[in-house]
């Protein structure tokens, strides 16, 4: 176990995690190593297993970041694939409130809408296509 000689900056809680603003990133995990590495008991030191440990994990978060946000990018990709698929089709959705032939794909922040009848309709609101 390792411990500090000295008082390190705390870490507020709830910052971190994965999303949103309070994201502890890859410069405040630098960070932290480096004031660990700046703290430690000069006749104990940190063994080279624990900060290669360190480091490993720190890479596959980075990876996993990496993959998120991919697989974000493809999630996003498809659905407009399948909005845009609708286009010209008869659609109704699952309220029954429209119904009608998808005469455009509009986009908000990433997002596709369907434009039926002058209506924004979320492709997740489709409940039958013709």
């Known amino acids: 176990m390792i411990e500090a000689t000295g008082r390190a900056p705390a870490?507020?809680?709830?910052?971190?995690?994965?999303?949103?603003n309070s994201k502890l990133g890859r410069?405040?995990?630098?960070?932290?190593?480096?004031?660990?590495?700046?703290?430690?008991?000069?006749?104990?030191?940190?063994?080279?297993?624990?900060?290669?440990a360190q480091l490993a994990q720190f890479s596959n978060v980075e990876q996993l970041e990496t993959?998120?946000?991919q697989l974000t990018m493809l999630q996003r990709a498809?659905?407009?694939?399948?909005?845009?698929?609708?286009?010209?089709?008869?659609?109704a959705t699952t309220d029954g409130e429209v119904t009608g032939v998808v005469e455009a794909v509009v986009f908000r922040d990433g997002r596709p809408a369907l434009l039926v009848n002058g209506s924004e309709v979320d492709p997740g609101d489709v409940e039958r296509v013709w």
């Open 27 to 52: 410069d405040a995990f630098l960070k932290l190593l480096l004031t660990q590495m700046q703290m430690q008991d000069p006749l104990e030191p940190m063994k080279s297993e624990d900060f290669i």
């Open 67 to 69: 993959a998120n946000t």
């Open 78 to 91: 498809q659905a407009a694939g399948q909005a845009l698929a609708l286009v010209g089709r008869n659609i």
């Open 11 to 20: 870490v507020e809680p709830g910052t971190w995690g994965l999303g949103g």
